[in-house]
C-alpha cells in the first residue's frame, strides 16, 4: 500500500546489494511512495550483486563509486543532478565493512590498517558525502539523511569488533554535521540504529543466528525487518518529520530499552535447568 | 497536503484545549490522514476550552474525563469503542499540570501534596489509560500509543519544577508498559519529547520567551511548532513505524543533541560585551 | 585496608537493614573511614533487623524514621546535628519497596494506591530528606549525597514492575535537586546503579538467581557486591569527587555497556543446542 | 593532603605537557597518593614543555613516545616494566590533537589527511596502548585505565570540529576494550569527560573563553579544574572502584545534566534585554 509519501522528491541510495539488503527495501519503497531514485554501490558489489534488478524495477540508473573515494561520490552526485536536472531531496548510506570481521581478527589483535579501513569505508565515507553534497550544493533544503547504524555503538557485542567504532563515529557524523548542514540550509540527518538483520552483510557473522534468537526473544515486538526499516526511513525522508535532526532513532522492536525479557529469560533458564547440556 | 496515512484508523486524542494545544493539531492531521477520533479532556478544560469547534471540525463527539480518575478513563474506552463499533488503533496522551508550578513553589520549598497530584495527572495518568485499554482489550493489534514529553526528563531546566519529575515517570511508563503491551498484543508505546511550545500552558511560565529564544538560537532548525509535531505523531500512528517501541523521540530541532550553537554563543557574547548591560 | 578518607567527616545512612544490606556495608566502611555517622531505619525495619548491632560496631545511635514522614525525617536531621554538634557531611539514601511487588501484581494489573506508597517511600522520600535537609541548613558546603538506584530506571527488567519507576523518579530527583543544592550551597547529589545484590529485599524476587546468572555472565567483570558498592560510596563522599553531581553513576561491572557478552552468549546457545532440554 | 590511595601501585601518565595539563596534575597526585610513575609524550612536547620537572618532582624518568607508533608504545611498556621490576596498575590517556581545528578548517571543508590523524593521535592511539598492554601482558589484574574525553562526544559545540569524532571513538574504544580487558584480566577502562579546561591545548581554540564562561554559570558547581580532575582521577585508579567499568564519567560541576540554569539565563537575558548592544 502507497501513500505517495515522497511524491516529486528525489534520492540517492547508496549500498543496495541485493534483495535481501536494507538499503534495496528502502529503494523499493521509496519509488513506491513516488519518488525518483539513483543507486550507487561499489563496483565490486554491482558486478557481485543484483544492481541491475532493482534499477530496472525502479526505472532508474546505477552509478558506481567507491564510497570512501570523494572524486566518485562527487561523480554521483553530478551524475544524479544531470538526471534529475535538479538537486536531491533525500539521501541513504547503508554501508558499513570491517576486514577485521571478515579475516576473524580478535578485537585486541586487530590491524590497524584494516582499522583505518574500516573507519573509512564504514563512517568516514559518510562524512565525504555530506562534505561533497555540501560544496556541490546538491540538496534541496528541508531535505533528509539517513545512515543505518546498529547498537553496537552504544553498548558491545562480542564478535562485532571494530565495526562498533565505526558505528560511534557514524553517528558522531551525524551529529556534527546535522548541526552545520541545519543551521545554514535546514538538512536533517539522523541514523536509524536497527535490529540484526539476515543481509548477506549480516549472515557473515560467526554466531549472528543465535543473537537474533536472543534479540528476537528479547524485543517486545520482536526483530524489526529489512521490509520494516524501509517503511521507517520512508517516514523519515517525507515532509512529516523536517525537525526530528541529529538522533539515532532506535528501529528494534523495543531491544534497546530492554534489560530483561520474560521470553528471553525463559530461554535462558533452560540452559540453567537442563543438566545434560553441560 | 494529506496522504491517508491513518485511513480506516481510529483513535483518542487526550489534552486538546485549544487551537494553540498540540493535541489539537494532532486530532485536526489525524482526521485530515484519514482517521476517526475521538476527543476527551477534562470537564473543565472542556468548559474553558474550544473542544466543540474541534468536534465539529473533526465531526465526532467529545467525552469528558478525569485522566487521574480510572472510572472516566474506562467510560471513555467504552463511549469509543460504541462508538466506533470496534477497537482503537491510536491514542495521544497529551497532559500535564503542577500546582507547585503555578502556586510558585521553589523546587526546594514544593507541596508534597501538590507533587502526588503533579505526578498522578501528568503521568500516572498515561499508567491508567493503559491499564484500563488493556483489561477493556480496548486497542487493536499493532496500535500505536504517544505521550507527549519534554527534554526535562533528562536535563535539569530551571523552574520547569517537579514537571521534570512527572515527565520522567511518564517516559518509564512508556518503556515499561511497552514491554508488556508489546509482548502481549503487539502494541507500540513511544513517547515525544517536544520543544518549548508556546500553548496556553506553555505561556504560563514565567521567562518562557527568553528560554524559547535560547532553544530556538541553539537549535540548528528552531524550535519545532505544534504543526510540526502532529505530522510526526501521524507517521507514529501509521502503519509505517510499526517496529518502533519503547523510544523518547526528541522533536526539537536538534536541540537535544546540542552543546553550543555558534547563534546562541553569539547572542550571549552580547551580554558578556555590552558593558552598559552591567 | 583504610585510608582515612572521611576522617573528619559526619553523616546519616537511611537503610541499613542487616549485614547483607548496602547500606550496612557503607555505614561500616564510613565509620572504618574515620567518619561519625548515625543511623536511621523504619521502627519495623529496626525491630526485625540488626541495627543494633550495627550501630554498637559503628559507635552510634539509631533513630527511627518512616522516611515517607517529613516529621521523622526534621527529626533525624535535630538528632543529629545535635549528636554531631553540628551540620554533617553526606548522607545515604537506600530505601525501596514495593507492594505491587510483594503482592506479585502484574505491571498491568497494578493497584494504584500501592504505586503511590512505591514512590512514595521510594523515590519521594528521597525529595523530602533533600527539602528538610537545605530547611534546617544540615549539610555542609561541598557535601555530599548519595541515592542507591538500579538499571531498570533506564530498561525494562522483566518482574521489576513499578520500581522501575521509583527508581526513574529517584534519578530524576537527584538531578534536579542537585542543581538547586548545587547552585546554593556546593552540595552535590548522585545516584549509584549498582548490580542486582543479594540483600534482603532482593532475595524475595522471584527468579532473581537466574538474572543474577545472567548478569554475572553479561558483565565483564562480574556483578559488584554490597562490599564494592560500599567501596565506590566512600569515594563519592571524600573530597576527591567534589565536581561529580546530577548523575548516574554505574557500579555493575561493565553490565550496562554491554549489549551480549561471550559467556552470557555461550550460556544461553546451551539452551538452543540441547534439545532435551525442550 | 594524602591518604596514600595508590600506595605500591605503579602507573604510566601519557600526555602532559606543563602545569596547566591535566595529566601533570594526575601525575603530581597519583605521586603524592603513594604511586610511582613514569611519564611519557612526544619527543616534541617533551622539548617545548616542561616535562623535565615534572620527571624531578615525581622522581622518575620520562620516555619520549608517538602515541601512534605501535612501536614507540611498546617501547615505553617495555622501559616502565624494567623500571618498575614488573606490571603496571594504571594508566592514563590524555592525548588529543586536530591540524583541521588548528588550520581552522571548517567542519564542511575539512582534510580527510587531518582526519586520519586526528581520529589516529586522538582515539587510536588509545586502542594501540591497550592492544600492546595486553599482548605484553603488562597490566596487572584489577587495574584501571582512563582517558580523558569531553562532552563533544554526546554534543555538538560549535568549533569543536573532527575531536567530536575524535572523542566519540575513544569512548567506544573504552568500552570495547573494556569489555575484553574487564574478561580476561579484570582489568577496568573508563573515560572522564572533563569540563572545558583552559590548558594549553583549550586556549588555543578560538572563542574558548566565552564557552567557558557559559559552562560555569551553566553547571551549578562551577567548572572542574584540572586539579579537581586529577583528585576524581585518583579514585579510579584506586581498588575503592573496582566494579566501574565502560562507563564515561562526567566530572564537569553538573553541565551535562543541565538544560538551562539560572545564571545562565539571567547572563543570557541580558543580552535580549540591553539594546545598545546590537
Given at each position: ?10 534520492g540517492i541510495i547508496f549500498g ?7 538499503a ?14 539513483i543507486?550507487s554501490n561499489t ?20 552509478v558506481?563509486a567507491d564510497a570512501s573515494n570523494v572524486n566518485d561520490i562527487e561523480n554521483v552526485f553530478n551524475?544524479a ?7 536531491i531531496?533525500f539521501l541513504l548510506h547503508s554501508i ?24 573509512d569505508v564504514s563512517a568516514i565515507s559518510f562524512h565525504k558525502m555530506l562534505q561533497t553534497a555540501r560544496k556541490l550544493?546538491a540538496i534541496?533544503?528541508?531535505g533528509s539523511v539517513v545512515a543505518l ?21 557514524l553517528?558522531?557524523i551525524a551529529?556534527s554535521f546535522g548541526?552545520i548542514y ?5 538538512i536533517?540527518i539522523?541514523t ?87
Amino acid at each position: 500500500m502507497a501513500y505517495n509519501l515522497l511524491k516529486g522528491k528525489k534520492g540517492i541510495i547508496f549500498g543496495a546489494l541485493n534483495d535481501k539488503s536494507i538499503a534495496w527495501k528502502i529503494a523499493e519503497k521509496a519509488y513506491e511512495e513516488g519518488a525518483e531514485i539513483i543507486i550507487s554501490n561499489t563496483p565490486l558489489a554491482i558486478r557481485m550483486g543484483e544492481a541491475d534488478a532493482l534499477a530496472a524495477k525502479c526505472n532508474t540508473i546505477i552509478v558506481p563509486a567507491d564510497a570512501s573515494n570523494v572524486n566518485d561520490i562527487e561523480n554521483v552526485f553530478n551524475v544524479a543532478m544531470q538526471h534529475f536536472g535538479g538537486k536531491i531531496d533525500f539521501l541513504l548510506h547503508s554501508i558499513g565493512m570491517s576486514m577485521n570481521v571478515r579475516k576473524s581478527r580478535p578485537y585486541d589483535d586487530i590491524d590497524y590498517d584494516y582499522l583505518n579501513k574500516t573507519l573509512d569505508v564504514s563512517a568516514i565515507s559518510f562524512h565525504k558525502m555530506l562534505q561533497t553534497a555540501r560544496k556541490l550544493d546538491a540538496i534541496n533544503d528541508w531535505g533528509s539523511v539517513v545512515a543505518l547504524s546498529y547498537v553496537a555503538a552504544q553498548r558491545v557485542f562480542y564478535r562485532y569488533n571494530d565495526m562498533a567504532e565505526a558505528k560511534a563515529l557514524l553517528e558522531s557524523i551525524a551529529r556534527s554535521f546535522g548541526y552545520i548542514y541545519g543551521r545554514d540550509k535546514k538538512i536533517r540527518i539522523n541514523t536509524v540504529s536497527q535490529s540484526p538483520t539476515l543481509t548477506t552483510a549480516g549472515s557473515g557473522v560467526k554466531g549472528f543466528d543465535n543473537l537474533v534468537d536472543f534479540t528476537e526473544r528479547m524485543s517486545p515486538l520482536g526483530n524489526a525487518s529489512a521490509d520494516e526499516c524501509a517503511d521507517f526511513c520512508i517516514t523519515l525522508f517525507s515532509d512529516l518529520t523536517k525537525k526530528v535532526t541529529m538522533q539515532n532513532l532506535f528501529h528494534d522492536g523495543g531491544f534497546s530499552s530492554m534489560g530483561m525479557s520474560q521470553n528471553a529469560m525463559l530461554q535462558y533458564n533452560k540452559s540453567l535447568d537442563c543438566h545434560s547440556c553441560d
